[in-house]
């Protein structure tokens, strides 16, 4: 009986270790593709030329706040 259940154990274990080798081949290749896609895109992010910032508007002439506040009675 002990040593059946020493057998199982060691099947067990085995396709337990089977089992994370293959999810941790699977998780670094995932982590590679994600840190290559960031890559790329911060390489077509800076190939991009930044637009241009627009004109502020034409301003007419400034008046002072002080100067209406005192224009009126």
């Given at each position: 009986m002990t040593v059946a259940l020493a057998l199982v154990s060691?099947?067990?274990?085995?396709?337990?270790?089977?089992?994370?080798?293959?999810?941790?081949r699977k998780l670094a290749?995932?982590?590679?593709?994600?840190?290559?896609l960031r890559y790329d895109h911060g390489e077509?992010?800076?190939?991009?030329?930044?637009?241009?910032p627009a004109a502020?508007?034409?301003?007419?002439?400034?008046?002072p706040l002080a100067s209406i506040k005192r224009s009126k009675p």
């Amino acid at each position: 009986m002990t040593v059946a259940l020493a057998l199982v154990s060691l099947i067990v274990a085995l396709v337990a270790l089977f089992l994370v080798r293959q999810q941790s081949r699977k998780l670094a290749q995932v982590t590679e593709m994600y840190w290559q896609l960031r890559y790329d895109h911060g390489e077509l992010k800076a190939s991009l030329a930044p637009e241009s910032p627009a004109a502020p508007p034409p301003v007419s002439g400034f008046v002072p706040l002080a100067s209406i506040k005192r224009s009126k009675p």
